[in-house]
């Protein structure tokens, strides 16, 4: 009865290795067929890997995480079968050796046998299957058995896949080189057209030969021309740059004289002013009442001449580069106060509302220069009131990017058109500019707020709607960073050697404001306009 089991063992196990498998599918039928045959709990199937190692391929009912073991020849039970080539049973397993685990407990085996399969004296495999019963002769007897025979079924197998991958290159470089073949069949298809080519080409080069041999004549003497328009060409930029220094200095000196001219020009006309008002008030009763009038009127556009001289020094001051910041904790709070102290009489008289309101989250303070600060709200609030014949003006401040602070002044006034609020930051222009213009004034109070508010590291926009009023936005940062570039003069141009040129002269601006400021305080024919000349 055993040797027929063992026949029988044996053929079916004949049956389960024939074939063409690969390696773990080889070595999965195995260790399912002696599981079944000889009631084995636990095995695991190593493949030899070089001269001194061993790695797992296939696995019965071994726990997770030992996938692709490697184990060296000589190292451990396995190791020591492999390497002598000889069955080993153990019947004392030691500790965590090939456990047996299910998903309601784990335990070792009692015996455990490791079967090296060799062909021809070479070990190509190692059986290791654990048991929780004695192990008998005839399994042994059996794993004896078919060893040889797994040994030749993975040898083959491990040929067959090596013959598969030297197939499967094989295949490769033939297509790759058929795909060669025919890109160079195609490369030599168009070698020929491109041949054909190249001699069309060649006798075309001859006839442009000839034809660039006329030309580099022509070209000869060109390049001579040109030559003398290079000179010509050096002359003329040599004499330009010179001009435009000329012109800088020009520039330079006109900024400067009006930067300085402030006590020149102011001292005779507040003389001018007081001796004007003095007539005006005609204390000794000397005067006619048409004389006193053109003592007003002689003061009143005095003032407004006044005004526009301080304007003008003052963007002249900037555009020279003489105005110097000196910078200081500014309170928000204190300075609005301030603001709408001074405006409150005005705009009652106006019958307008001035509300001023402080938006959580701004800063209590910020560090810059007050005095130009004040000058830009005042002009903007001035403006706003001026524009504004009902309804209200507000100041609003609110904080702005980087802990910055902006003043918005909103008035309800006349508004100013899209095409015409990009205008109204350019020296000497307002919206209505004629001569009899109704609101008056010179200008330069937007111009001039605009660039100081850009000297603070600031600026000034303005959003506006015509019929429902303005809204003017001074921004300034947390604090001034510096002393920046000098602002360029609105409407300049750039020379050829970079230097700002004014479209018109301010003293010819001056001439033309103090005429009609002049004219439109008389509102009479008998006062003409005053003629200035351009110094």
Known sequence: EAHTWLRSCQFA???????????ERLGQHVLEFLAEALDAKVGALYIAEGPAALRRFAGYATPPGRENEIVNKGEGLLGQAALENRVLHVKDVPENYLDVSSTIGRSKPRELIVVPAASDGIVHAVMELGFFRPIKQTDRELLERVSEALGVAVRASRDRTRLEDLLAETQRQAEELQTQQEELR??????????????ETQVRLEAQQVELEQTNSQLEEQAQ???????????????LAEKAEELERSNQYKSEFLANMSHELRTP?????????????????????????????????????LALINDILDLSKIEAGKMEVTPEPVTIASTVETLAQVFAPLAKEKGLTLTTTIESGTPAQITTDPQPVGQILRNLLSNALKFTEQGEVTIRVSAAAHGGVAFTVRDSGIGIPAHQQSLIFEAFRQADGSTHRKYGGTGLGLSISRDLARMLG????????????????????????????????????????????????????VAEESAAAAYSAAHTDALKPITMEDD
């Open 13 to 23: 196990f004949a049956r389960r290795i024939q074939g063409e498998q690969r390696l």
């Open 186 to 199: 195609v490369s030599n298809e168009e070698l020929e057209i491109q041949t054909r080519a190249l001699k």
């Open 225 to 239: 021309l040109l030559a003398h328009q290079k000179d010509a060409l050096g002359q003329a930029q040599a004499v």
């Open 269 to 305: 006309l507040n003389s001018t002013l007081i001796l004007a008002k003095l007539l005006a008030d005609n204390k000794p009763g000397t005067l006619t009442e048409e004389q006193v009038k053109y003592a007003q009127t002689i003061t009143a556009a005095g003032k407004e001449l």
């Open 458 to 509: 600031g600026d000034v926009t303005v959003e506006s709607t015509p019929g429902k009023g303005s809204a003017f936005t001074l921004t300034l940062p947390a604090a001034f960073a510096g002393q920046n570039e000098r602002v360029k003069p609105r409407g300049a141009t750039s020379g050829t050697a970079g230097v700002a040129v004014a479209p018109v002269p301010i003293a010819q601006r």
